[in-house]
């Protein structure tokens, strides 16, 4: 079973950056399916980019060019890099693991085992 913790989150301005990590433990990451989700309040949850075992990744047409997925085997941990933050950026966002390898129709769904608690991004104006 393994553990996820975020970090990084904070508030910003709009056009600003920030790199959210996602650090496991109780087993490496290294054959996992991984994602990250946000909610809004009063929204629902929803995926923001997934990422394979093989590096092949999925993301939403809402943060396409703007966000980066990547994962550090070495240090069991995953991150997301967010650059030209926008308003509608502003949620909790949340990391997810699946053992189960995930084609690119599941990566953004509620198809993971495993979830963090999250951590909040605000972007103002």
């Known amino acids: 079973q393994v553990e996820l913790v975020e970090s990084g989150g904070a508030s910003v301005e709009v056009g600003g950056s920030l790199r959210l990590s996602c650090a496991a433990s109780g087993d490496s990451l290294v054959r996992y399916s991984m994602g990250w989700f946000r909610q809004a309040p009063g929204k629902e949850r929803e995926g923001v980019v997934g990422?394979?075992?093989?590096?092949?990744?999925t993301y939403a047409d809402s943060v396409k060019d703007r966000f980066t997925i990547s994962k550090d085997n070495a240090k069991n941990t995953l991150y997301l890099q967010m650059t030209s933050l926008k308003p509608e950026d502003t949620a909790m966002y949340y990391c997810?693991?699946?053992?189960?390898?995930?084609?690119?129709?599941?990566?953004?769904?509620?198809?993971?085992?495993?979830w963090g608690r999250g951590t909040q991004v605000t972007v103002s104006s």
């Open positions: 997810a693991a699946s053992m189960t390898w995930l084609p690119p129709s599941q990566r953004l769904t509620y198809a993971y085992n495993y």
């Open positions: 990422l394979d075992s093989r590096g092949f990744t």
